[in-house]
C-alpha cells in the first residue's frame, strides 16, 4: 500500500544526519485504487542546453494521450526520487521538507503522485481538468499537474515564509517540466490563473493544502 510504503521508506531515509524530521504523509491513506507507471528511463541523453535552447510556454494543444513511459519520465524528472537510499528528490526543498504533492487532472480521472511507489493513487474517476483554470486550452489538453504545498510539513513557521518556500519549491519543479517538455517534444505552460477555492474543493484538498500553481501539458497543436 501507498501509506505503508512511505512509511518505510522515510523511516530508512530519517536514519541520516542530513535527511530533515520528515512527517509521514496521511495523502495516501485509503487510496488504494493505484496505477503502476513503468520504470522511468534516466539514462536518456537529451542535451540540457538543447532543452534550454527550446524552452517556452505553449497555449494549443491536441487532445493526443501522453504514451505512459512519457509520463512516467516526465514525473521523474518533475520531482521524483533520484537518490532511492536516503529519499532525495529531483528538485530542492527546505532541510528536505519535500512538501510538494503533484496532482494529475486527466480525461480519466485525477490521481496523486507518488514518488516512493512512483506510481498514481487514484482520487477519483472524474474528469476535472475544466477546473483546472481559467483558460480554454487547460481542458482539452491530456493533462494539467496541480501543485499542491502541503504546509503542515513545514514546521512552525510564519505563513508568509511556508508561502515564499512553496512558490520557490513549485518553481523548481514546474522548470524541471520545462525542460523535460522542451527536450521530449511535449509542450507546457505553468499558470497562476485558477479559481483555487474550486478546485480544492473538486480535489478533495484539506486545510493545510495550498494550490500554489497548474502546469497544462500534452502535444502542441
Ligand atoms: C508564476 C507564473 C505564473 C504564470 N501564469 C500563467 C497563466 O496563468 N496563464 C498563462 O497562459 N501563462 C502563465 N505563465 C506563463 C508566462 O506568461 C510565460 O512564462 C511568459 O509569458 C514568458 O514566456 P515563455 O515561458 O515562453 O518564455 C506564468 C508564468 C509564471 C512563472
Not at 514546521?155 to 518556500?165: A, D, I, P
Not at 520557490?168 to 490563473?193: E, K, P
Request: with cysteine; charged share 25%; hydrophobic share 40%.
Amino acid at each position: 500500500m501507498p501509506k505503508a510504503s512511505r512509511r518505510k521508506f522515510l523511516g530508512a531515509a530519517a536514519g541520516t544526519a542530513v535527511v530533515a524530521a520528515l512527517k509521514p504523509s496521511e495523502l495516501f491513506a485509503g487510496k488504494d485504487r493505484s496505477i503502476s507507471l513503468p520504470q522511468p528511463s534516466t539514462e536518456n541523453t537529451e542535451s540540457l542546453m538543447s532543452a534550454l535552447r527550446n524552452r517556452k510556454s505553449t497555449r494549443s494543444f491536441s487532445d493526443k494521450p501522453i504514451p505512459g513511459q512519457m509520463l512516467s519520465d516526465l514525473l521523474w524528472a518533475a520531482f521524483g526520487v533520484n537518490r532511492p537510499e536516503f529519499g532525495y528528490r529531483t528538485a530542492p526543498s527546505p532541510k528536505n521538507s519535500q512538501e510538494i504533492e503533484i496532482y494529475l487532472a486527466k480525461a480519466d480521472g485525477l490521481y496523486l503522485y507518488d514518488p516512493f511507489l512512483h506510481q498514481l493513487a487514484c482520487i477519483s474517476s472524474d474528469d476535472i481538468r475544466h477546473f483546472c483554470g481559467t483558460q480554454k486550452f487547460v481542458a482539452k489538453a491530456p493533462l494539467n499537474l496541480i501543485y499542491v504545498a502541503d504546509f503542515s510539513r513545514l514546521g512552525n513557521r510564519k505563513e508568509e515564509k511556508k508561502l515564499f518556500y512553496a512558490a520557490a519549491d513549485t518553481g523548481f519543479i514546474s522548470q524541471n517540466v520545462y525542460l523535460f517538455c522542451a527536450a521530449f517534444g511535449l509542450g507546457t505552460v505553468v499558470r497562476d490563473w485558477i479559481n483555487r477555492p474550486v478546485l480544492a474543493k473538486k480535489a478533495k484538498l484539506n486545510k493545510d493544502q495550498r494550490i500554489i500553481l497548474a502546469q497544462t501539458i500534452g502535444f502542441p497543436g
